[in-house]
Every structure is written in C-alpha cells, then in structure tokens.
C-alpha cells in the first residue's frame, strides 16, 4: 500500500513536470512536516520556496537540511542565494566562501560572491570575484552575459569607466538586444568624455526601444551634460 508521504512525494514530482511549484511546495510542506527528520525533503521544500519566491521559507529550510546533515554544495549555495535574496548580504558571502572552499573551480559560486559584495558597495572584491568568475566559466555558459554586466557595473562605481565599456561590450557581443547592457555602455562612454559616442548609441537604443523611460532618463542626464552617471540596474 503506498503510503501519505510517498503519495505526496509522486504528487509533486507530476506538478514540478508542469511547471506548478506552488504545488510542489504544497506537498512538500505537507511532506517535513509528517516527517520533519527526511533530509532530501527539507531540501526540495527550500527548492520549491525558491521557485516560488518564498525565501524565508527557503533560508529556513536549508538550514534545517543541513542542521539534519545535508551536507551537499548545491544546499549551500541555494541558501546563501536565500539569504541574498531577504538582503541579509553578510549572511550571503559567508555561505558563498563556504561553497567556493569546496568547489573553488565553480563559476557560479565566484558570481554569487561578488554580486554579494556588489550589494554591501564592497565593488573592489566584486570586481575580484567577477573576473575569478569570468576565468572560470566554460564558453558557451548563460551566465558569462550576466558575469560582463555586473563586473561593468562594478567597474563604473569605482570610476574606471574605460574597463567598464570594454565589459559591457563583451555582454553586447552575447547579447545585443538588452536594454541594460545598451544603457550601461552608453554611460561608460559618457563617463569617459565621449559625449557624442554616448549619444549616438542612446539614439540607438532609442530606436529599438522607443518606449523606454529608463533611456530617456539616461539621455537627459546624459544631454544635461552630467560628468559621470551612475550606472542602470
């Protein structure tokens, strides 16, 4: 006879199939809480929490996965992007040291590290851990798009406004369409004196995204002549 639980856990592996994670997390919470000392449980509830932008949730049970001995990297780095998530950016780059100690060949974690630092303004480390990151990561990865973007933000809030545009336009060889990227190395051109650069790619981006207000902002600090603008998030 096939038990509550296990009907529970066949009921959520059909809603993850379909993309319904509220249902995923409905059965899962039902599932820790028959059964609170299920290890890989705990760990799938915090997946479905993440999914479903529950992070408290998530932080908590992380926590208690690894309170009950899980000891994956995978857990790790899933509650450190929790806590990054609830703002608790400490928290965050402690556990992200963590996984970089036992997978210190692993992108991701370098990424998380310095969007981390990123948000405490610590933009020296973030630039370290985004070119660590860059080093690492395999070609063809998604991830190198957003690696280019935050190390270009990065490089701007310190001033280097001539590294951040070489940044931005490696992103923009991956990803010529992003509105945030065409901003951001507008920005980096104007910040570097080449005003009329900087123009004429915002009247670029003017005409692929003509509704855009964030390019208007960005086009009248730009035209009033503004020395350095902060970079577009």
């Known amino acids: 006879m096939t038990s509550?639980?296990?009907?529970?856990?066949?009921?959520?592996?059909?809603y993850a199939q379909t993309g319904n994670w509220d249902g995923v997390f409905d059965a899962y919470s039902q599932i820790v809480e028959q059964n609170p000392w299920?290890?890989?449980a705990w760990v799938l509830f915090g997946n479905s929490a993440m999914h479903t932008e529950r992070f408290e949730d998530a932080r908590d049970a992380f926590w208690t996965a690894i309170g009950l001995g899980e000891d994956r990297v995978v857990c790790f780095q899933n509650l450190g992007c929790a806590l990054a998530m609830l703002g608790d950016y400490r928290g965050a780059v402690k556990i992200f040291l963590l996984c970089i100690q036992h997978e210190k060949f692993?992108?991701?974690?370098?990424?998380?590290?310095?969007?981390?630092?990123?948000?405490?303004?610590?933009?020296r480390d973030a630039i370290a851990a985004f070119v660590e990151a860059n080093e690492l990561i395999p070609e063809e990865d998604s991830l190198r798009f957003n690696i280019y973007m935050e190390l270009g933000k990065s490089l701007l809030k310190i001033k280097h406004s001539g590294e951040a545009e070489s940044a931005f336009s490696h992103a923009l060889e991956i990803n010529s369409k992003d509105l945030d990227c065409r901003l951001n190395f507008a920005v980096s051109l104007n910040n570097q004196g080449q005003r009329a650069k900087a123009i004429e790619s915002l009247d670029q981006t003017l005409l692929l995204f003509p509704d855009s207000t964030e390019a208007l902002r960005v086009q009248r600090k730009i035209l009033g002549n503004l020395l350095r603008v902060e970079p577009v998030s």
């Not at 509550?4 to 059909?14: G, K, N, Q, V």
């Not at 692993?106 to 933009?123: D, P």
């Open 106 to 123: 692993e992108s991701r974690h370098w990424f998380n590290l310095g969007s981390a630092w990123y948000q405490q303004r610590r933009y």
């Open 38 to 40: 299920l290890v890989r």
């Open 4 to 14: 509550r639980i296990d009907s529970l856990i066949e009921a959520a592996a059909e």
